[in-house]
Nanobody, 120 residues
Framework: QVQLVESGGGLVQAGGSLRLSCAAS????????IGWYRQAPGKQRELVAG???????NYADSVKGRFTISRDNAKNMVYLQMNSLKPEDTAVYYC??????????????WGQGTLVTVSS
């Protein structure tokens, strides 16, 4: 079992910055990939950024050049630095981990989400 807890959301003006944090606990050694998704009102949840065990990253086109994902394996933490925020970045941001089970299958673990609101 892996538990994820996000923090760092809030209200920010357009052009501002926020840093989201995700604390992982439990069987963190079974995490293959960890990242951030977001869901805006009335929209589907979408991938924002991910990072694998080799520190390879991927980003949604809409956030490339503005957001940076990083991880601190020693602290079991993942961060999302968000710069040049836009009103369209407003959403609930979720931490997600792809976990290998003891039986070799994979499952998704999710945090409870943190709200980011960007005012114009």
């Amino acid at each position: 079992q892996v538990q994820l807890v996000e923090s760092g959301g809030g209200l920010v003006q357009a052009g501002g910055s926020l840093r989201l944090s995700c604390a992982a606990s439990g069987s963190t050694n079974r995490i293959n990939l960890i990242g951030w998704y977001r869901q805006a009102p009335g929209k589907q949840r979408e991938l924002v950024a991910g990072i694998n065990n080799g520190a390879r990253t991927n980003y949604a086109d809409s956030v490339k050049g503005r957001f940076t994902i990083s991880r601190d394996n020693a602290k079991n933490m993942v961060y999302l630095q968000m710069n040049s925020l836009k009103p369209e970045d407003t959403a609930v941001y979720y931490c997600n981990a792809v976990v290998t089970t003891a039986w070799g299958s994979t499952l998704d673990a999710w945090g409870q989400g943190t709200l980011v609101t960007v005012s114009s």
